[in-house]
C-alpha cells in the first residue's frame, strides 16, 4: 500500500504560482508514476500532469506552459509548480499515484487540497 500526503495549495490571485508538493509512504518501489489530478465543483476529476520514474512528463492541454512537473525518486515525493493561474483553475488537487506490483495496477489517492484562484 502506498500512502500520499500533500502540502501546499492555498488561494491566490489571478497570474499569481502556486506549488504543490506530495510526499509518498510505503510500497514507494512500486510507484511507477506520480501526478496530480483535480477536481471543480459539479467536474468530474481530470488529469493536470503526471511524471513516470524515469522523468516522463505529461501535462492537459490547460496547463501546457504554466505548470511544471518534478519529482524526486530517493525522497519519493512529487511537486508541481503552476504559474499564471487563471480563476478556473480553482478545483481540489489530488495527488496520485500509480503503482504496479507484478502485473496488477493500484491507483492510490491523496486527500486533496484545494486551490483557489480569484480573479
Known amino acids: 500500500q502506498v500512502h500520499l500526503r500533500e502540502s501546499g495549495g492555498g488561494s491566490v490571485q489571478a497570474g499569481g504560482s502556486l506549488g504543490l508538493s506530495c510526499a509518498a509512504s510505503g510500497r514507494t518501489f512500486t510507484i511507477e508514476a506520480l501526478g496530480w489530478y483535480r477536481q471543480a465543483p459539479g467536474k468530474q476529476r481530470e488529469l493536470v500532469a503526471t511524471i513516470t520514474r524515469d522523468g516522463t512528463t505529461n501535462y492537459a492541454d490547460f496547463v501546457e506552459g504554466r505548470a511544471t512537473i518534478s519529482r524526486d525518486n530517493v525522497r519519493d515525493t512529487v511537486h508541481l509548480q503552476m504559474n499564471n493561474l487563471k480563476p478556473e483553475d480553482t478545483a481540489v488537487y489530488y495527488c496520485?499515484?500509480?503503482?504496479?506490483?507484478?502485473?496488477?495496477?493500484?491507483?492510490?489517492w491523496g486527500q486533496g487540497t484545494q486551490v483557489t484562484v480569484s480573479s
Open positions: 496520485y499515484a500509480d503503482t504496479k506490483v507484478v502485473t496488477t495496477r493500484y491507483d492510490y
